[in-house]
């Protein structure tokens, strides 16, 4: 056994917790992460699936899908394993306040790293060690995002089975090779693994969202993951590209005028180009006249790509030199920090 999360083994110990509401399920976890086996109801003839919510503490649409789903004591062919993650994020400071403390580091970058130095990263590595001896069929990680976007699943593989486990998440799937310790990449040996972006947080629809994508992948009993039939035609396939971010010492905000304290002023409201297309031209932000380009640009091997992307005018005005699709461009200056302004992705078909 392990303290360093919470184990739940069918609905025995859980079923009076469930019967509070989402945030009292929260509190009886205790700040722990909690691990949950439902057994299947054909003792092991099919392979299990895993589920994974709250690894973000401020995404919260996941989690009260998944809470409802199980507050039905449902029972399924094959036994559903479900991760709540980062429960004392999401009870500190108020209800689903926080991606990470300040003492936390990201819970989604704590999977399979080598020095098990804190007590998340021990914990990720016991969670991985008693899923290593689960026959996985397949896994989906819940998560929500800042700004503006579609829903849509990120596969971490370009194989059939993940960019079909993908696309029964979303229509708009996104293939993105991180190598940034996610969980998806540390179940990817075992079993196809996606995340699914169910947009902005604490909005009905988007838990509406989740709960549909979960009823779907519950539901279907054949996921047709170990077929080499391409995943169907009407999703939209990106891949990502480029990492945009804004230069550590540069001062900036969101709209508004510049003043002596602002080195950049970003142009409000680009998130509702993700996924769409920002042509050559459009200017992203302005800095004064002389001002180097404020950001940094990079592509999936770090190599710098600034210069090809971004140029400031003669005005000041910051400006994009080649049409871009935008994904995950936020709206926040916390999480500019902390992740980056946005990706650049490719359609890819
Ligand atoms: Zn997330």
């Known amino acids: 056994m ?24 929260l509190v009886a976890l205790g700040g722990k992460p909690a691990l ?62 926080h991606r990470y403390l300040d003492d936390q580091e990201d819970f989604n970058r704590v999977w399979g790293v080598e020095q098990r130095t804190t007590r998340m990263r021990r914990c ?50 996104l293939l993105w090779r991180l190598r940034a ?15 699914l972006e169910c947009g902005l947080p604490q909005r009905a629809e988007h ?25 169907p035609g009407a999703t939209r396939l990106y891949e990502m ?15 508004g005028a510049l003043t002596g304290e602002l080195d950049l002023v970003l142009t409000p409201a680009l998130d509702g180009a993700n996924f769409g297309m920002l042509l050559a031209g459009t200017e992203v932000g302005h800095v004064a006249p002389g001002t180097a380009v404020p950001l940094d640009a990079r592509d999936m091997r770090d190599a710098d790509v600034t210069e090809r992307l971004f140029s400031v005018t003669d005005e000041g005005a910051l400006v994009l030199r080649e049409d871009v699709t935008p994904v995950m461009m936020t709206t926040t200056v916390r999480q500019a920090r902390r992740d980056c302004l ?3 992705a490719r359609r890819r078909r």
């Open 181 to 195: 310790h996610t969980l998806m990449e540390a179940l990817q040996p075992q079993c196809p693994a996606v995340a």
């Open 207 to 231: 838990t509406a969202f989740a709960a549909a994508a979960l009823q779907r992948f519950l539901s279907d009993l054949d996921l047709g993951l170990d077929t080499d039939h391409p995943a």
């Open 2 to 25: 392990t303290d360093l999360y919470r184990r739940f083994d069918g609905y025995d110990e859980l079923k009076s917790i469930l019967e509070g509401s989402d945030e009292d399920v």
């Open 124 to 173: 990720a590595a016991a969670v991985l060690t008693e899923l290593a001896g689960v026959d996985l069929e397949a896994a989906v990680d819940f998560h929500n995002n800042t700004g503006d976007n579609p829903a849509y699943a990120i596969t971490p593989s370009a194989t059939q089975a993940s960019l079909r486990l993908a696309s029964s998440c979303a229509g708009t799937v």
């Open 36 to 97: 949950v086996r439902i057994p299947g109801t054909t003792s092991g003839e099919r392979r299990a699936r895993f589920l994974a919510c709250l690894l973000h503490g401020n995404e919260d649409s996941g989690f009260r899908a998944v809470v409802d789903l199980l507050r039905g004591t449902p029972h399924f062919p094959f036994d559903l394993w479900v991760l709540i993650g980062n429960v004392r994020a999401a009870t500190t400071d108020g209800w689903f306040a």
């Open 241 to 255: 590209r480029y990492r945009v971010t804004i230069r550590p010492e540069v001062a900036f905000t969101f709209g």
């Open 342 to 344: 946005f990706y650049v």
